[in-house]
Nanobody
């Protein structure tokens, strides 16, 4: 089993910043891509950012230039730095990891609420 623990959500005013963290634990031989998704009320879950095992990031158009994804392979941790936050960024944010353990394991974090007030 691979467990994910998220932290860093909260309430912030528009224009502010937050940093999310997601730490993976368990029997992990390697981690492939690490992702952040979000789901706003009444909307489908959407991919916000992805970082490959080699460190190449990709972003949804809506967050390009404002969000930065990074990872610390030694700590099995992925981060999402969110700057210039907008009310439209309000959602529950989930990390998602595909890891090689005793087999391939796909895991989701418990979700962390991000609320941006106008």
């Amino acid at each position: 089993q691979v467990q994910l623990v998220e932290s860093g959500g909260g309430l912030v005013q528009a224009g502010g910043s937050l940093r999310l963290s997601c730490a993976a634990s368990g029997i992990i031989f390697s981690i492939n891509a690490m992702d952040w998704y979000r789901q706003a009320p009444g909307k489908q879950r959407e991919l916000v950012a992805r970082i490959t095992s080699g460190g190449t990031p990709n972003y949804a158009d809506s967050v390009k230039g404002r969000f930065t994804i990074s990872r610390d392979n030694a700590k099995n941790t992925v981060y999402l730095q969110m700057n210039s936050l907008e009310p439209e960024d309000t959602a529950v944010y989930y990390c998602h990891v595909v890891a090689t353990s005793w087999g391939i394991r796909e895991s989701w974090g418990q979700g962390t609420q991000v609320t941006v007030s106008s």
